[in-house]
């Protein structure tokens, strides 16, 4: 079950990210909207639109702080960080890293011709691991540490465990442990302070200086045409790999070069496959990339986006691939991609990877697992005689969309307003469901009407009115959450006892979606006519939840311990008016009194001497207060 995980790339779409937070937290999107926690945080291009969290529940889309200060042309890394606890085994975790040269999109999905590279590590005491994937892992934490310092981050540090401020410090105290000896370098690579090319012939040179006999390259996209002397419009990129390679002893002088493209879209290449092949200096070939047919089935055609080098020797007796390495990543064949680090005006954010594989093979007669054509697209014919090659459309870079508000979050009060948890963040106006402003107190604004899951906010920025939707957090903690339905007792313990979790999905559950501005058919528990309960009937019922609430909280870890009280009150704020409540309190007794005995409790939190015994019984008052049993005599006083 995924904890938490942190995804940076150029753009992503709700198809794409809504099926990745359903395979990670192992919840469909109705029942992540009903628990209101963040379990990713994505950071984009601030030239991509905001994906709200009522359109991807648990995700939290994190906006840059401030545009001039942006140190990329192209935020362009694909990368994901992902940490998963063991629900079976206390203290075992997993982390997973994951390259990617596609988008986080559907289109990536159903129609690109991309690569993406997978590490997993397991993290427990017992386990002997790979030093050069700790390497790995410690190195996307660096990343996602330097992005995150450039993006706003204030919904992630919430007080409230909902916001995934504890989920991530889990997470990053698991890779902490990867910090140790042995060390290894890192097949991580990204264009903070050095390009890709520079990093790749750096890490050509440590493994050794082998000149290889074959270069395969391919990107999704190529840079634009370059006038050279006599006013031939020709490439130069390509050429400026294959020296900087043959430079440094990694690729032999008559080596084989092969380029791969989209035929339908490949900038200045389609122009010059002639000058390329024909070259004095080292010719290059031009080939259409392919679609595997091991992958995507014969026939299947697909575009192509991935950006990749491959170079090996190839034995004439076997056909192995000796000496291979490959990179593979987000940085295409440009300027800005692969030949520059990462500036405001000429460099990309840039991720990829340096690998060294070994066991592939040139031949198809070999394992299809091991044979290079079913690991990069290099099937394709060549197109050194095909003169319909399509530059394809031009493309600039479009204008920031999202970009950080002066409040990042409102919090609901039970009396109808939206307090801002900073009160200096300046000028800020809440629009209401018509656009009106609302009117502001001294801590925030009124509402009219049921809580809200976002509200939209506008400023001025220099002389710009700016406008964004902002998460509203109620009073549990939820974040952009749908209402909360009444339940009873029984489903308030199977909330309880699917934790960590979520409870499965019920039949009817997420139909009737609310949307952002609940309206009176979705404010949460209606009072129930209560059906004829006996005393007696009521003391069992809550006694048995009081026994399983004590079972389970017992066996609680203490690094869970704030989310299970957030998941205790929630869960019994819901149940409320519950027939077996209401009992209780025409028999004026607090039936949560036996809660507070040490047995009932775990060991770090059974009295108020720990804060984590502070927090629960300041959690069970909270509960009495609702269930109105706080003045009660306690149940087992009761003669």
Known sequence: MGEFGWICGFSADAGFINQAAERFTTYAAAQRAAAGQI??????????????????????????????????????????LLGFRDAATAGRHHLRLVVSTGNWTRQTLEQSLDLAWRVDLEVAPDVADDAVSRADMMAAQGLFAWLLDLHDTRLLEADTPLSGRDAADHVDQWIARCN???RARPRLLDTRSRSLLD????????????????????????????????????????????????????????????????????????????????????PIHVRAAAAPAAVFGAGHE??????????????????????????????????????????????NLEAGILEFPEGLSW??????????????????????????????DPWAPPPPQHVAAPIAYLVWTADGRLTRPDPTAGDVEVLDEAGTPCAITADGYTWSGPAPRLVRVRWVAGAEARLAWVPVIDAHGRVAATPLPAIDLDHAWTQLAAFPGLPDEEEGEGEGDPGIFPDDRHTGPKRRTPRNLTPGTAIRQMMMLIEQIAAQQTAVDAVDWTAWCNRLEQSLFQARQCPAVTCFVQMQLNPLSPLRAPAFRPDFAEDAGTAAGRHYEQTLRRIELAWETHDYAPLEGRQ
């Open 363 to 392: 031949k198809k007669s070999a394992d299809p697992s091991r044979w290079i054509e079913n690991l990069l697209p290099i099937g394709g014919n060549s197109l050194d005689d095909l003169p319909s090659l399509q530059p394809g």
């Open 39 to 80: 379990r990713l945080a994505l950071m984009l291009d601030p030239s991509q639109p905001v994906l709200l969290p009522t359109v991807v529940p648990g995700v939290a889309h994190l906006p840059l702080q401030d545009l001039s200060r942006k140190p990329f042309r192209l935020l362009h890394a694909k990368v994901a």
């Open 302 to 347: 697909r575009t192509l986006h991935a950006k990749f080098l491959f170079s090996s020797n190839r034995s004439t007796t076997t056909g192995a691939c000796n000496s291979a390495w490959l990179y593979l990543g987000s940085g295409n064949l440009t300027t800005a991609g692969l030949l520059n680090a990462a500036s405001q005006a000429g460099g």
């Open 199 to 282: 990093q790749i012939i750096a890490g050509l040179k440590r493994e050794g200086g082998v000149a290889r006999s074959h270069l395969c390259m391919g990107s999704g996209f190529y840079e634009a045409a370059t006038v050279r002397k006599g006013g031939t419009v020709t490439p130069v990129l390509p050429h400026k790999i294959v020296k900087r390679l043959k430079a440094s002893q990694a690729l032999s002088p008559r080596a084989r070069v092969d380029l791969y493209v989209n035929p339908q879209a490949c900038q200045a290449i389609a122009g010059a496959v002639d000058h390329l092949r024909l070259d004095a200096d080292h």
């Open 180 to 182: 140790r000896a042995p």
